[in-house]
């Protein structure tokens, strides 16, 4: 295992919290002085919302923000809660908002959060900070709340989850090291990494309008697929269609074009993060990828989860990003920034579950296929913004961001099916006995991330799930 990879294992099993809480006011340290604790982060703190108090994923401490349906009801905002979701408009309604959080949730409320995304830091603290008001249990006038429940809460089971934002443009990164090294050494044994990997946050222009909400299938593609025993390619369904575990990020406040971002204020462009499966067809990937890279083999799909998880969330989990090993370059200066290196880098780990068509039969419970952490990524999502904005492009809010497949270095920490089985000549043996290289239609994959750390509650992201289903017959 290299160093890189030994800081990021040894912070992820139990590296001390940034700070600690002390009642309802945040100590932080010198070493940690650019982490804003404050009463939001309470690991005490409960809400009447029963079902929030010690949640795996949305305890009152989180409080993402989506876009959800009830039946024969039109898209709205709304924050997930427990197993609840709050009615942001609802509860505008009710009057419960004032001053700058009364004009974020009219942000919020309406068919996609572009609105909120676009107002900026200011705006969504204040919002996430009077929900959490308006949901504590013992908060200021909690009582008289809870006589709107029926009204402000409805029951998460019951909803429908739609994309959060409307998504302009999506920017798929490759900043898993341990994923991009392992695949070179399976395409190119002596040459795993290319010269520029470790100065440049490389990416590529993936398809916004096949991004989908998590609960939803991804067809088979079809395309043209060359074998190395086949002298030309032929045409037909993939036969290695694989997932991609990624960390997104949404991009709020944009920059106007021609004004690149430094990347000292690239974070406050960050809204928040959700979970994403790049879903990747290998074989298609391997023959249109020369000399231009992936195409249709990328374009099939994508799926996210259908909360945005904000940066203040997860301020109890940011950490130094990892140093390099010895001999990397340092990154060159309109990457570098203090700041962004002490605190730009994420504790969270995420899980890649798989459940057959056989298992699902069985009633067996999907099994865990590899666990990493998003504390892997080489390059900071600060880093990925100022990059991408270096040559004057502009972001929009609501565009989105992939970091590349999330990998570790260890056996059960592959980030995708191509690392897991080498290519597809050493097959997984699943606890039925069946075996994969490469998806199956009827497979359903899911997505987990959760941050913990000592002292604070555990939030999370919910799931991002997706199943294969066949590929349509194509006329010759």
């Known amino acids: 295992?290299?160093?890189?990879?030994?800081?990021?294992?040894?912070?992820?099993?139990?590296?001390?919290?940034?700070?600690?809480?002390?009642?309802?006011?945040?100590?932080?340290?010198?070493?940690?002085?650019?982490?804003?604790?404050?009463?939001?982060?309470?690991?005490?703190?409960?809400?009447?919302?029963?079902?929030?108090?010690?949640?795996?994923?949305?305890?009152?401490?989180?409080?993402?923000?989506?876009?959800?349906?009830?039946?024969?009801?039109?898209?709205?905002?709304?924050?997930?809660?427990?197993?609840?979701?709050?009615?942001?408009?609802?509860?505008?309604?009710?009057?419960?908002?004032?001053?700058?959080?009364?004009?974020?949730?009219?942000?919020?409320?309406?068919?996609?959060?572009?609105?909120?995304?676009?107002?900026?830091?200011?705006?969504?603290?204040?919002?996430?900070?009077?929900?959490?008001?308006?949901?504590?249990?013992?908060?200021?006038?909690?009582?008289?709340?809870?006589?709107?429940?029926?009204?402000?809460?409805?029951?998460?089971?019951?909803?429908?989850?739609?994309?959060?934002?409307?998504?302009?443009?999506?920017?798929?990164?490759?900043?898993g090291i341990h994923h991009a090294r392992t695949a070179g050494t399976i395409n190119r044994p002596d040459n795993p990494l290319m010269p520029n990997y470790k100065y440049v946050p490389v990416a590529y222009h993936s398809r916004a309008s096949s991004v989908l909400v998590s609960g939803g299938t991804v067809r088979r593609p079809n395309g043209q697929r060359k074998p190395p025993e086949q002298a030309g390619p032929d045409f037909g369904p993939s036969r290695n269609l694989d997932y991609e575990l990624e960390l997104g990020a949404w991009i709020g406040p944009g920059n106007a074009l021609g004004s690149p971002i430094p990347i000292s204020e690239a974070s406050r462009h960050i809204a928040g993060f959700c979970l994403l499966n790049d879903w990747s067809a290998r074989d298609i990937q391997a023959w249109e990828s020369q000399p231009l890279g992936p195409f249709l083999s990328k374009s099939l799909s994508t799926f996210v989860s259908p909360w945005i998880v904000t940066p203040e969330a997860l301020e109890p989990f940011r950490m130094a990003q990892p140093p390099r090993p010895d001999g990397d370059p340092a990154p060159l200066p309109h990457l570098n920034d203090g700041a962004d290196q002490a605190n730009g880098c994420f504790d969270i780990a995420m899980d890649v579950l798989l459940q057959t068509p056989k298992m699902r039969e069985a009633g067996a419970a999907p099994h865990v296929l590899s666990r990493a952490n998003a504390s892997m990524l080489y390059w900071t999502v600060a880093q990925m913004v100022a990059h991408h904005t270096s040559n004057g492009c502009n972001l929009q809010p609501g565009d989105l961001f992939g970091s590349g497949t999330v990998s570790g270095t260890e056996p059960g920490s592959e980030g995708c099916l191509l690392e897991m089985t080498r290519g597809g000549r050493d097959p997984v043996v699943l606890p039925g006995g069946e075996t994969r290289t490469y998806l199956m239609d009827g497979d359903t994959v899911i997505f987990r991330g959760t941050a913990r750390r000592d002292g604070f509650a555990m939030?999370?992201?919910?799931?991002?799930?997706?199943?294969?289903?066949?590929?349509?017959?194509l006329a010759g």
């Not at 939030?459 to 017959?473: D, L, N, Y």
């Open 1 to 175: 295992m290299d160093d890189y990879a030994r800081f990021v294992l040894d912070r992820a099993k139990g590296g001390s919290a940034p700070g600690q809480l002390r009642g309802n006011k945040a100590k932080r340290s010198k070493k940690a002085a650019q982490i804003m604790l404050d009463e939001t982060h309470a690991a005490g703190r409960t809400s009447w919302v029963v079902s929030a108090n010690g949640h795996a994923a949305f305890p009152i401490q989180n409080l993402p923000f989506g876009i959800f349906s009830t039946q024969g009801g039109p898209a709205r905002g709304g924050v997930a809660i427990g197993d609840s979701i709050l009615d942001i408009g609802a509860a505008l309604d009710a009057g419960l908002f004032s001053g700058l959080s009364r004009d974020a949730a009219e942000a919020a409320s309406g068919r996609t959060l572009n609105p909120l995304l676009e107002a900026g830091a200011a705006a969504r603290v204040a919002l996430r900070r009077r929900i959490g008001e308006i949901l504590d249990a013992n908060g200021d006038g909690a009582s008289a709340i809870r006589t709107l429940a029926r009204r402000l809460i409805h029951d998460a089971a019951h909803c429908t989850l739609h994309l959060p934002a409307r998504i302009g443009d999506f920017t798929d990164f490759f900043a």
């Open 459 to 473: 939030i999370g992201f919910g799931e991002c799930r997706g199943s294969v289903t066949g590929a349509i017959a």
